[in-house]
């Protein structure tokens, strides 16, 4: 007892003070060794301000001088390595810019040869022929002889090698300017030296013991320690971990510890019962059986709507996969409990296709489904709201003109969002507000995102998964093709067109180099037009520069069926749907990112007709575009495509990450450390099952988290 009231006693007092006590928080130029010009330099290039910055720059790379190579072992392809060398001669030779001092040194398994091209004279003096020293470079080879230029040099005393030279050395990110003011890796190294010298005994452990314990991690100070100047490979793998756990955790904790306050501020509509809606539909409108992932979600959300505790929760599945079918289920239980809902889509063609669906699934008399846009009329607008007060309208679909405050609901409880990339935290919560009882809120998005990726930036949320298409459903057949087989692809063409299919022909489209986009383009529609001249086929052209009312014009004649060719920018990406469409050729295929050709992709398949996709690229390929075509063509799958995407562009390039947590990570790598974070995330689950309200004393230093900014992350960044 007495030793619990001590502890949080003075873990207390200690976070009264902590943020004026942290001397982490110090600016740089208080630093030994800064000073103003310095500390302004590395304001400027490297956003370093507080010894903080510093401590948490981290080396990019380390150089093993662990072990001397001898000179047989030396290939290119080596990193920085050292060797133990006698000299045996050195020379002046060439003239003017040639002019290059050559020194050939020797172990016993051959000789080396040490080229400088600068400061040639100075260090001529100082190499003394017959001594052994430390050579230290970039190996590489010229004239079949192993060389290294402008290596470091050391005499070797045996047995009074500094440490350091039989370390893991640390390198750093540096730039010209910050050389200029002797800060290149080595000048870096100096100062982190310093800043851990006098400071390391000031670094707080922020984990709880147990946590330490039972993860067997390094200490914090120890891990600071390690990965500026490791003592050797094992220690500088543990403080890695050590603090890749710690970045993950803080970031889980904050989201769990969200969620939990979420469910604890906000009481959730009960819907306690499935009535005459929902069973009518299910029994006598819903034209197929639903698949067991459409079950599974269906069973989630039941589960999630009965607990009197508001719904947040994910939905994600490929295009097709029968999420809206799914929202609009839930959507009747809640009519079948008293309540509207509403479905809101990013765009206008989005948001009246969805109301299309909808109103075709339940039929007309069933109950009235309402559409709100942009562009609906003001004296309709007049009499939505009205209907809206009054209870009448149980369905309305629409864009953000939802959220509008004019839109008042009598008693809203479930929200649909589509497509949670375009809308932010901010307007989910905009929605909460619709109703003392905030209504329940479903986000679907057909660009799955890989599980790691999901848990961090939907932390907050549950997620649902639909990761079945509906049986019967043809996979499209895709095939990547070399600009050399382009005559058959037309021939391709005019076969699915005599079987009176449809087809889109897609072009880059990257603002960069719009003009050579430009070209490409008519190009393409000159090569097109040539190939399937009228009067047999008809071709529709829409690209980003025309106006909307032309580009519409376009789309309805593609859409009407008058022409059979829709050769297009990547404006078509968004939402058209035309299920006699079932070819899908991508030009500059590999100028695309993964997730981008997936959901261009998706535009085909939507009938009952099997469906191709064509990936034209020239032969020059770099090996990411490789892999991305060579994907394409494995596979269907949104995830599977979505985790090869991660792997391949990093976790900060994903849409959506940028203004999330999840650039903020500096050592763990949601692609890399996928196992790291299911383990971190089940702990921080498990501290929040066993004590909510981290009133436990042992949990006492978590507090620190939601205290002080600087406890390893900006939560300001995150929330
Ligand atoms: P998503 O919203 O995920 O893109 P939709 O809900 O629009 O998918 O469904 C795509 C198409 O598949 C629609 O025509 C829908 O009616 C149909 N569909 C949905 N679920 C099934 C199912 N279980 N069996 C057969 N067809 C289905
Ligand atoms: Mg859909």
């Not at 499935?274 to 079950?295: A, I, M, S």
């Not at 269906?298 to 939905?315: A, F, H, S, V, Y």
């Amino acid at each position: 007892m007495r030793v619990q009231t001590t502890f949080s006693n003075s873990v207390n007092s200690d976070s009264d003070n902590y943020q004026s006590m942290n001397p982490f928080q110090t600016p740089l130029v208080y630093l030994k060794g800064v000073g103003q010009s310095r500390a302004e330099v590395l304001k400027k290039e490297l956003e370093l301000h507080t010894f903080e910055d510093l401590l948490r720059h981290f080396p990019f790379r380390y150089i093993d001088r662990t072990r001397f190579y001898k000179v047989r072992e030396i290939r290119e392809e080596l990193p920085y390595v050292q060797v133990l060398a006698r000299i045996v001669s050195k020379e002046v030779v060439g003239e003017k810019q040639s002019r290059r001092l050559v020194v050939k040194a020797k172990d016993d398994t051959g000789i080396i040869e040490l080229v400088w091209f600068k400061g040639i004279n100075w260090i001529e003096k100082t190499i003394i022929p017959g001594k052994v020293y430390i050579l230290f470079g970039k190996p590489g080879f010229f004239n079949m002889m192993p060389q290294m230029a402008h290596p470091e040099m050391e005499l070797y005393v045996p047995g009074a090698q500094k440490q350091g030279n039989l370390s893991l050395q640390p390198v750093y990110n540096s730039t010209e300017k910050l050389k200029q003011f002797s800060l290149d890796t080595k000048g870096i190294q100096k100062l982190t030296a310093s800043l851990l010298d006098q400071h390391a005994k000031d670094i707080r452990e922020n984990l709880p013991l147990y946590i330490i314990n039972q993860f067997k991690l390094l200490n914090r100070a120890d891990a600071y320690r390690n990965i500026h100047f490791p003592g050797d490979a094992t220690l500088l793998n543990e403080a890695l971990i050590r603090l890749k756990f710690e970045e993950l955790f803080f970031l889980q904790l904050k989201l769990l510890k969200n969620k939990l306050l979420h469910t604890q501020k906000f009481k959730g509509n009960v819907f306690d019962k499935v009535g005459h809606y929902f069973n009518e539909f299910y029994h006598n409108k819903l034209p197929f059986t639903l698949t067991d992932p459409q079950k599974r979600v269906l069973k989630e959300i039941r589960q999630d709507t009965q607990r009197g505790i508001q719904m947040n929760r994910l939905l994600q599945g490929d295009v097709g996969s029968g999420k809206t079918v799914v929202a609009l289920m839930s959507m009747l239980i809640a009519i079948d409990n008293g309540f509207q809902t509403c479905i809101m889509a990013p765009t206008e063609i989005l948001a009246t296709q969805h109301y299309q669906t909808i109103k075709s699934l339940v039929g007309d008399d069933f109950i009235e489904v309402a559409l709100l846009t942009g562009s609906t009329k003001q004296k309709d607008r007049k009499v939505l709201h009205q209907k809206l007060e009054d209870g009448d309208l149980k369905i309305l679909v629409g864009t953000h003109a939802l959220i509008e405050d004019k839109v008042q609901f009598k008693n809203l409880g479930f929200v649909v969002i589509d497509e949670q990339h375009r809308f932010g935290v901010e307007q989910r919560s905009k929605l909460w507000r619709k109703n003392i009882i905030p209504p329940h809120i479903l986000v679907m998005t057909a660009t799955p995102i890989p599980r790691t990726l999901a848990m961090t930036l939907y932390g907050d949320l549950d997620v649902s998964v639909i990761d079945q298409l509906p049986a019967g459903r043809k996979p499209i057949k895709t095939v990547h093709f070399f600009e050399n087989q382009r005559l058959r692809m037309f021939g391709f063409m005019k076969q699915e067109i005599a079987l009176g299919r449809q087809i889109y022909v897609v072009y880059p489209l990257i603002q960069e180099s719009e003009k050579l986009d430009l070209k490409n383009l008519e190009d393409g529609i000159e090569a097109m037009s040539r190939e399937f001249p009228l009067p047999n086929y008809r071709l529709s052209i829409v690209h980003g520069k025309m106006k909307p009312a032309d580009k519409d014009f376009e789309m309805q004649r593609f859409i009407k069926h008058e022409t059979q060719i829709m050769v297009a920018t990547t404006v078509i990406e968004v939402g058209v749907n035309v299920p006699n469409a079932s070819v899908m050729i991508i030009e500059n295929a590999e100028r695309f990112g993964l997730s981008q050709l997936h959901q261009l992709r998706g535009r085909v398949g939507r009938g009952a007709e099997q469906s191709y996709c064509i990936l034209m690229s020239s032969h020059k390929l770099s090996n990411d575009g490789k892999i991305r075509l060579d994907t394409m063509v494995k596979t269907n799958n949104g995830f599977e495509i979505s985790e090869i995407d991660l792997q391949l562009r990093g976790p900060g390039n994903i849409e959506g990450t940028q203004q999330s947590g999840v650039v903020d990570l500096k050592l763990a790598n949601l692609a890399t450390d996928q196992e790291l974070l299911f383990k971190v995330r089940k702990c921080v689950e498990a501290i929040f099952e066993k004590d909510p309200q981290l009133a436990h004393p042992e949990n006492q230093v978590l507090h620190h988290a939601f205290e002080v900014k600087n406890a390893g992350l900006s939560w300001d960044k995150i929330s």
